[in-house]
């Protein structure tokens, strides 16, 4: 290795490092809206929280018995109801019925880019940021299994051959529109050392 080479700066993945920069892109920019039409609306909150350091998010992978998805690694989320008003209420509502987090206890950060799915969905994503010490209570009727992985456990580059186009994290594959709400996080956080 040349000494004189220069190095590529590590990524901050600390709450400091990530938060409020992160705060401060999303609000900076303008999101990809999709005219949701003849698909459905639903939104998913991506939640971190900071251990040891390190930033984790939680996944959920769905239960066997739900109608849509079932069995698939998902955000927490699903469809709007029309008594949620937005899609933040609707991520915010989905969170706390499938992973028992309390509303209060998010710091919603922004909005993410809207992503089409291929089974007719149009997806909100909320970056949210959880108080410390949250406990995670997962519903078992919608929720086989909760986990929450390093935010770095994606730097590295997908794997598989399209439509299962993905990661293996913590023994679960994560693909689909699951997989390209990562890659927008991720292509943020790749340019906050940019824009801080």
Known sequence: MNADAPTRPVLDLSEVGL?????????????????????????????????????????????????????QVAFPGGKSDARDGS?????????????GIARADVDVVGPLDDTPTGTGFTITPWVGWLVPG????????EVARAFAPALRSFATPRTGVRPWHGWTVDGELVWG????????????VSRLDSVA
């Open 177 to 188: 529109a699951t997989a390209a709400i990562v890659d927008d996080l991720l292509r943020l």
């Open 134 to 141: 949250v406990e995670v209570r997962p519903n078992a009727a």
């Open 19 to 71: 938060r409020e920069p992160l705060r401060r892109t999303l609000a900076a920019r303008a999101r990809r809206r999709l005219p949701v039409g003849s698909t459905t609306a639903a939104a998913v909150l991506i939640p971190l929280f900071e251990r040891d350091g390190d930033t984790h998010v939680w996944l959920v992978r769905r239960s066997a018995s739900l109608r849509s998805h079932a069995g």
């Open 87 to 99: 899609l933040l209420v609707t991520a915010l509502r989905e969170t706390e019925e499938e992973l």
